[in-house]
């Protein structure tokens, strides 16, 4: 089935050679040397990796009715593109935007990230994985500097999110990445579930999702790993003077509140 | 099923709870008394402060001992007991 | 690898449990027969009596935690009769009694564990308190075989997406407030259909008769879901149908038809059925698994199952499935998991056995498994 999605896609972009890097529950990834419409070989000046571009693929889900399906495709794709264009204005690290073909599910868009030493893709969640695995009680590798601040600079990226009422919707450490291996500076990627709100409880799930994500994929250290993320989180509303200040309190508190019924929600049956 | 000796008074002592109800359970014989109270007692109350009941074995009878502030409070805890000891005295009935 | 067998009777070959259930509308009493031994396809657990008693509330209605701790107490012990009969087996010869410690409603799991504690004394076996949840998990892996799926955990009272890791179930999507089960429940009483045999049952029976998909809103967030917005978004559509109104939203936009009764159900479930398989699929990618095992009283859906097939298969992996034998709530899969837990020691004194509404998935130690 993965092989026939990859062929119809091919066939649908004959010219671009594709290799599949990926397979999402949503998405395919893949990445091409291919720019849509520069001629071979040229490529734009500002991107992290010349030459390489990722190009995401929504196939269409035979297990949902073709009309929800279609409608679903539609939105998640433009909006995020729209998002991506967004967030290059403001300045915040996220894959610059390419391309769009929205009926058809597809963006191309800028590649960030590089090889690990373990061969695997530098997304946050196989990076700690990696350290945890060469952790032990006297060399807590996982737990270094270099965490705290890459943990840090997450905080800091979903806060100027929120700081411009924008709610990524899917955090987790398979959706951040390290861009540079020198300075981890962390990236967070895959908007697609993505959206603008002003509302105090749309931030704060999106701060639940990935606290829950943590635990259940890093249990070891999740909970320094969380104190590092919002303490970036804290610093960067701090900075933005009253108003994020008061914003962060909104968050935190609504945050607290998600927690709880989480926890308190009675389970029937 | 088994004989039920209620006294609600309403006493002078310092103490909140000022209402009384006692019931005193005979079984058929002290094992099944002994059984009766662990089945009954491990649940914990929900308004501890104003609600205690206690059980006491005294050879083949049951004795439990409510006292809470109002005859309400006592009235609900005593009907969820009166509850589970039908269950228990079946579970005598069919398997003893 | 766990030793299954550090507490077995010395020249016993087998171990024999029974199991009660009564956390919700429905009261089950099982016995399972366990060989000696780790559990695999060529030792499978035997399945020596599976006995049922549901309450329905009447139609329009949700069933009462007060109602449903009567029904259960009229029936307990008939039904521990019952399972006994059926199994044929002696008490003499059993090793524990379990029973669902939670979560669930307080006085139906109440009124249950008290017929437990007075079983445990007169046969003076040990007790072994059992969530409700991983009761589900590990019948569901016992039946189907699947080894180690990621479990969509959906009932009347839990939406839950589970994998297992480091000897806990952990949950990693959930819903952020009503259940599924909740969901459709109140869509039939809004609808005013029978509760009998089950709300989602009758919900599914109209479904199918539905063809034209009226939107709704989608809500997905990450792995978890949100579900209370869409079921009032749909009771407003129902209550707009049956008061004649005449918006445009409520004819087709295509053929121009009037939305009907059986269109709605099947626009819900469409939508949160598909909602429910792409929470899914996000886990299944992030834990890099393709089995899904599919366990709760909504897995039953048979819409569901298909829909979560075809996810599956287009992910080269499979789906596995109950039927409503076990994933309908049921005693047989607490006297299992309570077998498991006490065949590696687990086993509860009487002043620990008091019922927990809000027993959580990953509080449970998992000691019978270490893969």
């Known amino acids: 089935m993965r092989d026939q999605i990859v062929d119809d896609l091919q066939l649908r972009i004959p010219t671009v050679p594709l290799r599949l890097i990926s397979q999402g529950a949503e998405a395919l990834i893949f990445m091409t040397n291919q720019h849509p419409y520069l001629p071979a070989g040229v490529n734009p000046c500002d991107v992290d990796n010349p030459g390489k571009y990722i190009i995401k693929y929504r196939p269409p889900k035979p297990y949902r009715h073709p009309k929800l399906d279609k409608r679903i495709t539609a939105t998640r794709t433009s909006s995020e593109a729209k998002l991506l264009h967004k967030l290059y204005q403001l300045g915040v690290k996220a894959p610059k935007l390419i391309a769009i073909d929205a009926p058809n599910g597809l963006i191309w868009m800028e590649f960030l990230g590089y090889q690990l030493p373990d061969m695997r893709y530098s ?106 993320i919002l303490d970036g989180y804290h610093d960067v509303h701090e900075e933005d003077g009253k108003r994020g200040r008061k914003k962060y309190s909104e968050t935190i508190s609504r945050f607290k509140e998600v927690r709880m019924r989480g926890r308190k929600r009675t389970m029937i049956g | 099923m088994s004989t039920v000796v209620s006294t609600a008074t309403s006493s002078a002592t310092p103490t909140p709870l000022t209402h009384t109800l006692e019931f005193k359970i005979p079984f058929e014989n002290e094992k099944q008394s002994i059984i009766a109270k662990n089945s009954l007692s491990p649940d914990p109350l929900l308004k501890p402060d104003e609600l205690k009941v206690s059980f006491s074995n005294d050879g083949n009878v049951l004795k439990i001992t409510f006292r809470g502030t109002s005859d309400r409070m006592i009235r609900v805890a005593a009907n969820n007991i009166m509850d589970n000891l039908k269950t228990v005295l079946e579970c005598f009935e069919v398997f003893d | 690898m766990v030793d299954m067998d550090a507490f077995a009777k010395p020249g016993k070959p087998y171990y024999l449990a029974l199991g009660m259930e009564g956390s919700a509308n429905k009261l089950g009493v099982g016995v399972i027969k366990h060989h000696l031994g780790p559990l695999d396809e060529n030792n499978r ?239 299944m990618a992030h834990v890099d698994s393709n089995q899904v095992l599919i366990v709760g009283g909504v897995g039953c859906n048979e819409r569901l199952q298909e829909m979560m097939g075809i996810m599956a298969g287009d992910r080269n992996g499979s789906i596995y499935a109950t039927d409503e034998r076990f994933c309908i709530d049921n005693g047989i899969m607490i006297a299992h998991a309570g077998l498991l837990a006490y065949r590696v020691g687990y086993g509860n004194e009487l002043e620990d056995t008091v019922c927990r509404q809000k027993f959580r998935t990953d509080e449970v130690y998992v000691k019978w498994r270490d893969d």
């Open chain 3, 45 to 283: 657990a035997e399945i020596l009596a599976n006995v049922r008693s549901t309450y329905n509330a009447p139609p329009g209605q949700g069933f009462l935690p007060r109602d449903t701790a009567r029904h259960h107490r009229n029936w307990v012990v008939r039904l521990v009769e019952k399972a006994l009969k059926d199994s044929g087996v002696k008490v003499s010869d059993l090793d524990c009694l379990c029973f669902t410690q939670g979560p669930g409603m307080g006085a139906p799991l109440q009124s249950v564990v008290v017929a437990a504690r007075t079983l445990s004394q007169l046969w003076e076996l040990p007790l072994v308190g059992v969530n409700h949840c991983i009761g589900h998990i590990e019948m569901g892996r016992e039946i189907t075989g699947a080894r180690n799926p990621v479990v969509l955990y959906v009932s009347g009272g839990n939406t839950q997406v589970i994998a297992y890791s480091r000897q806990r179930y952990r949950i990693f999507g959930e819903t952020l407030d009503i259940a599924i089960g909740n969901c459709l429940d109140r869509f039939a009483r809004t609808l005013h259909i029978p509760n009998d045999p089950s709300p989602g049952y009758n919900i599914e029976q109209l479904a199918r008769k539905g063809k034209h998909l009226v939107e709704l809103p989608y809500t997905v967030k990450g792995m978890d879901l949100s579900m209370s917005g869409i079921l009032e978004y749909v009771d407003g559509l129902a209550h707009d149908l049956f008061s004649g109104k005449k918006s445009k939203y409520l004819y087709d936009e295509e053929d121009g038809e009037r939305i009907t009764v059986e269109d709605l159900c099947f626009s819900l479930q469409e939508n949160l059925f598909s909602m429910l398989v792409e929470i899914t699929e996000r886990a």
């Open chain 1, 123 to 228: 997304s946050l969640k196989n990076w700690l994985w990696l350290l945890e695995r060469e952790s032990d009680r006297d060399h807590p590798v996982a737990l270094a500097d270099n965490v705290k601040d890459c943990c840090n600079g997450i905080g800091r990226s979903i806060g100027v999110l929120h700081l411009h009422g924008i709610v990524h919707g899917d955090l987790t450490t398979s959706n951040i990445v390290l861009t540079d291996e020198a300075t981890l500076k962390p990236s967070l990627i895959d908007f697609g579930l993505s959206s603008y709100s002003g509302l105090p409880e749309d931030r704060a799930v999106d701060l639940y999702v990935l606290e829950r994500a943590l635990k259940s994929t890093h249990p070891v250290y999740a909970e320094k790993y969380w104190e590092w």
